[in-house]
């Protein structure tokens, strides 16, 4: 299975927890940092992201990019 | 080892704008179908958009695209001048329920009737969003909004408004169809019929009609995840998702 990664850019996020819940694989979660308009954005906590795209679809924002790794 | 880029922004999107929509408001996901639609199909030169009033009055904002603000729920008509006089430009509309079930019943119904080469995104959260919560026509029985604070009733209010059966019942109409934001596997879908909808304008095919089902987790009380599955056991039964038109 493809191996991926997903980058979120952090001060785009409201933290509506969306893409949390789609994940497939749950390697989302809603961080403990705060950014500038005082919401906590999303981060990848942990690995096996499958690069499947489905959190980007997902987001109303436009928050994240999801890259395959290519060995 | 080395990176490919599977999911990105699509260039229609404005990158630098926050949007003005609450937290998980399924507008903004409706927004990014309509610019990779528009991206894939190459016609960001080409396309006019037709901004309602409500919650995406804004849309102009966050679209890389020529834009006009229409009066409510006069988008439809605004939409018809501009194709007569710019028959070469792909015109699309985005309207609330409100916008376009309410005080734009007429100019919707009749626009479709009329048959030209029309794309029309019509977003259904079925409440006002905009202006705090009241009922919309599409508002469903049972359901509370501000003006029906113990649930919307039959007797009191009359029934919710299917606009994709009632515009389906016209000879106008090339392709309509009902789709949904819920979930990733419908979004899927949404997307592939938001862009059959411009396509069909591309390829002068006459009237499509897109209704999207979306939420409004602020009016409707809940948090953005619960909002689609009130989304899912709720509006689906009662607005059925699917194909009710299509000209091949
Ligand atoms: C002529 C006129 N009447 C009423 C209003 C007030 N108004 C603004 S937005 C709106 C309805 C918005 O609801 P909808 O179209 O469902 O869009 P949403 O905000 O839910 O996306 C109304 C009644 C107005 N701006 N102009
Ligand atoms: S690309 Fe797929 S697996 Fe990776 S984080 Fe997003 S939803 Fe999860
Ligand atoms: S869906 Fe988008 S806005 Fe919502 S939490 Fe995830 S990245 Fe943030
Ligand atoms: S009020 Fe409702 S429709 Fe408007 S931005 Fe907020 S959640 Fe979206």
Not at chain 2, 91 to 108: K, N, P, R
Not at chain 2, 155 to 181: D, F, H, K, S, W
Not at chain 2, 228 to 234: A, F, G, I, M, Y
Request: charged share 20%; aromatic share 8%; hydrophobic share 40%.
């Amino acid at each position: 299975m493809a191996k991926g990664r997903v980058e979120v850019r952090e001060e785009f996020c409201k933290s509506c927890g969306l893409c949390v819940a789609a994940c497939p694989k749950k390697v989302l979660r809603i961080s403990d940092s705060i950014n500038p308009r005082g919401y906590r954005p999303a981060e990848q906590f942990q690995d096996g992201c499958i690069a499947c795209g489905i959190c980007a679809r997902t987001c109303p924002d436009v928050v994240l990019t999801v890259y395959r790794i290519d060995e | 080892m080395s990176e490919t880029k599977v999911f990105g922004m699509t260039p229609t999107w404005r990158r630098d704008v926050h949007t003005h929509y609450c937290p998980g408001c399924t507008h903004g996901v409706a927004h990014r179908l309509v610019c990779e639609a528009i991206d894939e199909l190459g016609i960001r030169d080409e396309a006019i958009g037709i901004a309602p009033v409500g919650c995406a009055v804004l849309i102009h904002q966050y679209m890389d695209l020529d834009f006009i603000e229409a009066a409510h729920g006069r988008a439809p008509a605004v939409a018809y001048g501009i194709k007569a006089v710019r028959p070469d430009k792909i015109v699309f509309t985005y309207q609330g329920d409100g916008d376009l079930a309410s005080i734009g019943m007429g100019e919707i119904v009749h626009a479709v009737n009329r048959a030209w080469p029309l794309t029309v995104v019509f977003i259904n959260n079925a409440i006002y969003g905009m202006t705090g919560g009241q009922m919309a026509p599409t508002t469903l029985l049972g359901q509370k909004a501000t003006t029906c604070l113990s649930g919307r009733t039959a007797e009191a209010n009359g029934y919710p408004v299917r606009m994709c059966e009632l515009l389906a019942t016209l000879e106008g109409p090339a392709y309509i169809e009902r789709v949904a934001l819920s979930k990733p596997q419908h979004i899927l879908k949404a997307k592939a019929a938001i862009k059959k909808a411009f396509e069909n304008q591309v390829n002068n095919k006459g009237f499509s009609f897109i209704e999207v089902l979306s939420t409004c987790p602020t009016n409707w009380g809940l948090r953005p995840v619960e909002a689609c599955q009130w989304l899912e056991e709720n509006m689906i039964p009662y607005y059925p998702l699917g194909v009710f038109k299509d000209f091949e």
